[in-house]
């Protein structure tokens, strides 16, 4: 089975970055579609970033010049790069893509267990 592991939360002050990572592993196929959800105290988990099969990247208003997304294919890996961090961008950031596996050819939805992001001074 196919596993999203997030890194790279933590505490940090208002202006400062972060740079968080996930790895997926297991019998992968080919990773399609991939992005970062975050979820903030009291609201809806939300879209943060995503990033195509083809490099094409996405960024809801709010992060846009803040934020930027990339990914390694050939590591199975996506990362999002946040600088400029504002204390409402506290949230549990969570990694997600499709992925389809080399036993069933299917495309399938995974999301990571999340990393905690708080921005305080």
């Known amino acids: 089975q196919v596993q999203l592991v997030e890194s790279g939360g933590g505490l940090v002050q208002p202006g400062g970055s972060l740079r968080l990572s996930c790895a997926a592993s297991?019998?992968?196929?080919?990773?399609?579609?991939m992005g970062w959800y975050r979820q903030r105290p009291g609201k809806e988990r939300e879209l943060v970033a995503s990033i195509s099969s083809d490099g094409n990247t996405n960024y809801v208003d709010s992060v846009k010049g803040r934020f930027t997304i990339s990914r390694d294919n050939a590591k199975n890996m996506v990362y999002l790069q946040m600088d400029g961090l504002k204390p409402e961008d506290t949230a549990v950031f969570y990694c997600?893509?499709?992925?389809?596996?080399?036993?069933?050819?299917?495309?399938?939805?995974?999301w990571g267990q999340g990393t905690q992001v708080t921005v305080s001074s």
């Open positions: 297991g019998s992968i196929s080919r990773i399609y579609f």
């Open positions: 997600y893509a499709q992925i389809t596996l080399r036993e069933v050819q299917h495309l399938n939805n995974y």
